[in-house]
């Protein structure tokens, strides 16, 4: 099946599911420019799986056994939050195991792509909702939008200024999906990178309207500040939601990249280094409040050798990657 017939397939048995249990929401509008800037975060991950599938394979083996541990003897509602280009989900055996999937990513077109690959019969058991996680990036992008067909070319004082008042007022948001329906959650690589969707479009949006001019709206201290701020809290709210969504005896699995670390590959042995200073991707509240919220009955720390360095000598090479932490998580008992 094509993608644009997965699509017509998913929002048709969307519309027949709405009078029956599940209600059904329409997906929001989101600005192109927001869809093109989400859609283009996952075309590089797609175009780097694809030329570095071997040193991908232990991150992606390491995690879809993860996850099937975790979803181990569960059946009923799966939620895949973050689904992407699947490079780390085990799509088919979820599909395969539970009564229903649902998929919630902002990037529909990846996901339909990569639910597309699935046979047609499993294709039927799933549905595709396109949401914002923080129900943040959609309001800012309209405005910021707004502002910017009225004065095409603000003062870069008044641009930042808009930016500003923007993310100052952001609120992260719980998504309308059922309370308590879901018996297993997964959420694959997303905790960390909700907030980044918005700092890559708001970058997007100043290459388009200052093309020939050097980042500037990057280099703005309370810029920086305000948009960590709105990570931490949507960081932190993301297992909130997950607990929601999930029934009592549902089961989670969370993992999420926790720091960005260089890689020194040398005769084919790799060794991975912290940056100093260091880069970290979460904050460690947000893995903190994961563990005020469930149970967390098994817990991994590995690497992902996501850049590898390129091939171009022979001489020791550094790429960068991540330290990668996967969490399974059981409700609390009472
Ligand atoms: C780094 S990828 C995760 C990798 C993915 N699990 C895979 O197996 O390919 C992050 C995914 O989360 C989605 N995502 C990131 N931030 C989001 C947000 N605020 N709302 C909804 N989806 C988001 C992206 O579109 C992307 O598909």
């Known amino acids: 099946m094509s993608a644009s017939a997965v699509s017509q397939s998913l929002r048709s048995s969307q519309d027949h ?13 989101f600005t192109e420019i927001l869809l093109r800037a989400v859609y283009s975060e996952n ?37 895949v939050i973050g689904l992407g280009n699947g490079m780390d989900v085990p799509l ?19 996901c339909e792509a ?82 980044s969707l918005l700092h890559f479009y708001i970058l997007t ?3 388009k309207f200052y093309p020939s001019e050097t980042t500037f709206i990057n280099s703005n201290p309370e810029y920086n500040v305000l948009i960590s701020e709105l990570a931490n809290q949507a960081q932190s709210d993301h297992p909130k939601h997950i607990r929601y969504w999930l029934n009592e005896k549902g089961k989670g699995y969370i993992s999420t990249t926790v720091e960005k670390v260089s890689v020194l590959e040398s005769n084919d042995r790799l060794a991975f280094r912290r940056m100093n200073p260091p880069r970290l991707m979460v904050n460690p509240s947000a893995i903190g409040k994961i563990s005020e919220i469930f149970d967390v009955f098994k817990k991994e720390m590995w690497y992902w050798y996501s850049h590898p360095a390129r091939e171009s000598c022979d001489c020791d090479k550094i790429g960068s990657g991540f330290r990668v932490h996967g969490m399974l ?3 609390k008992k009472t």
Request: charged fraction near 30%; include cysteine.
């Open 17 to 29: 599911s709405s009078d029956e249990t599940r209600k059904e929401t329409a997906d929001p509008r």
């Open 43 to 79: 075309r590089v991950i797609r175009n780097n799986l694809t030329a570095n599938r071997g040193k991908y394979k232990s991150h992606r083996i390491k995690s879809k056994n993860l996850i099937l541990e975790a979803a181990n003897g569960l059946s009923g509602e799966c939620i």
């Open 92 to 110: 088919k055996r979820l599909t395969k195991q539970f009564d229903h999937v649902t998929v919630i990513d902002i990037d529909r077109e990846t």
């Open 114 to 195: 990569t639910v597309s690959k699935l046979s047609d019969n499993l294709q039927t058991k799933v549905t595709i909702k396109q949401r914002d996680l923080t129900g943040t990036l959609d309001p800012i992008a309209k405005k910021l939008e707004t502002f910017l067909e009225q004065d095409p070319k603000p003062t870069h004082a008044n641009f930042c200024n808009k930016v500003l008042e923007l993310i100052r007022i952001a609120i992260v948001q719980r998504l309308d999906l059922p309370e308590g329906e879901a018996s297993f959650i997964c959420s694959s690589l997303v905790l960390s990178q909700q907030i």
């Open 205 to 207: 949006l100043e290459n």
């Open 329 to 331: 998580l059981e409700t």
